[in-house]
């Protein structure tokens, strides 16, 4: 009987301690990109990274207002909403591997709007969506419904990726800096969260506008890395080097597309726990030898090896490290800390021509000889990126 007891005890204590947990608010806001445009929850599976990124999750509250009319009623389970997706599902998957907390997240977004206008916290002109106040009535109307449930939450995070309308808008593209502080400091006071941390996603260069509209979405960067820069508890989140969709029947596009959109959360997420994106990987003593043969690789998604990917080589002997020298900086947001065996990166899922290119040469060194590859990429980049002048858009 006694043991009994103690069993039963110890349940309760464990449950009492996870009812007591806090649930971490995140809330998501934007335009189309946010909104998850072009996604197709269909082809989710054929990219081996995320073969079950849409798994239900456990504990994982969801709410979210997109477009002009699709609302959820209340909280509900985090799902595909409709035949789109945004960052928020993955992000609950990144987010569930660093911790089991109760978790909540909260969208708002619609494409083709303005912060200069539709997400003026004023309302902005009469042609506006009024969207900040919709927003901020979503994530007081759910809040308060935790407080229903007897649950206490934290506001752990604001997620913002918008700013492409604004390019175009000749009052929005120049004081956008000014407009994206307004918005920080009128959430941060409506929602009584002087501390909220807010992650604002880059406007990727490797779409349609990135190539040919570099100009704006230079002024469009720059107002949001003097944001980043002047307040400490604003952080920005790279995403020209997360794939883009390819448009119809060739061409550059204007969002993420599927496994952009699977990429994006990712990025929220190693942003949000400071990740390094780049896991240590084993360092090699420089070998002695007579001659270092290295050669450079360099360019931009076909050179990164965008959607080819490890786990279609795994039973291959590209699969296992060679015996080559091998660094990388890819789109600056992976890089290697030293000289490594030439292998699949495999944190990434993907890999590019270094590891045929390095078996092919192997056999070639004569003795004494070490091959050596240093890889270099941008996929969001052009031309006037890789000028030695360079440019003020570059």
Request: aromatic residues 10%; glycine residues 8%.
């Amino acid at each position: 009987m006694p043991p009994f007891f103690l069993t039963i005890s110890a349940t309760f204590l464990c449950l009492s301690d996870i009812a007591a947990e806090p649930v971490r608010v995140f809330l998501f806001a934007g335009q189309s990109n946010m909104e998850g445009a072009d996604t197709n929850p269909k082809l989710v599976e054929t990219f081996p990274p995320f073969s079950n990124a849409l798994r239900p999750l456990e504990n994982v509250r969801y709410s979210y207002q997109t477009g002009a009319d699709h609302k959820s009623k209340g909280w509900t389970d985090l799902r595909v909403v409709g035949n789109n997706f945004g960052p928020e599902i993955t992000f609950a998957r990144a987010f569930r591997q660093q911790s089991k907390d109760p978790l909540a997240l909260i969208k708002d977004a619609w494409g083709g709007t303005t912060l200069v206008n539709d997400w003026a916290p004023d309302g902005g002109n009469e042609k506006s969506r009024k969207l900040y106040q919709r927003f901020i009535t979503q994530v007081r109307d759910r809040l308060t419904d935790l407080k229903k449930q007897g649950l206490t939450y934290k506001i752990e995070a604001l997620m913002w990726h918008q700013g492409e309308n604004d390019m175009f808008h000749p009052t929005g593209k120049q004081h956008y800096e000014k407009n994206l502080r307004n918005l920080i400091a009128k959430i941060r006071k409506d929602l009584s969260t002087p501390e909220l941390k807010v992650f604002v996603g880059e406007i990727s260069t490797k779409g349609v506008w990135g190539m040919d509209n570099r100009a704006n979405v230079t002024l469009i960067r720059n107002a949001q890395m003097a944001v980043v820069e002047s307040d400490p508890k604003v952080f920005f989140v790279p995403t020209s080097h997360l794939s883009f969709k390819i448009g119809r029947p060739v061409g550059l596009h204007y969002h993420f597309g599927t496994l952009g959109q699977l990429q994006h959360g990712e990025a929220y997420a190693a942003a949000y726990f400071g990740q390094n994106r780049t896991p240590t990987r084993q360092r090699v003593r420089m070998p002695k030898a007579k001659k270092i043969k290295l050669f450079i690789l360099g360019g931009q998604r076909n050179m990164e090896g965008e959607a080819s990917w490890v786990a279609d080589i795994e039973d291959t002997s590209l699969a296992k490290p060679q015996k080559a020298l091998y660094q990388y900086n890819l789109g600056k947001v992976t890089t290697s800390n030293d000289w490594e065996h030439l292998s699949p990166i495999k944190h990434l899922g993907n890999f590019g021509p270094e590891l045929s290119f390095g078996k092919k040469l192997i056999p070639s060194m004569e003795e004494g000889e070490i091959l050596a590859i240093y890889k270099f990429t941008d996929s969001g980049s052009q031309s006037l990126d890789w000028l030695p002048e360079g440019s003020k858009e570059s």
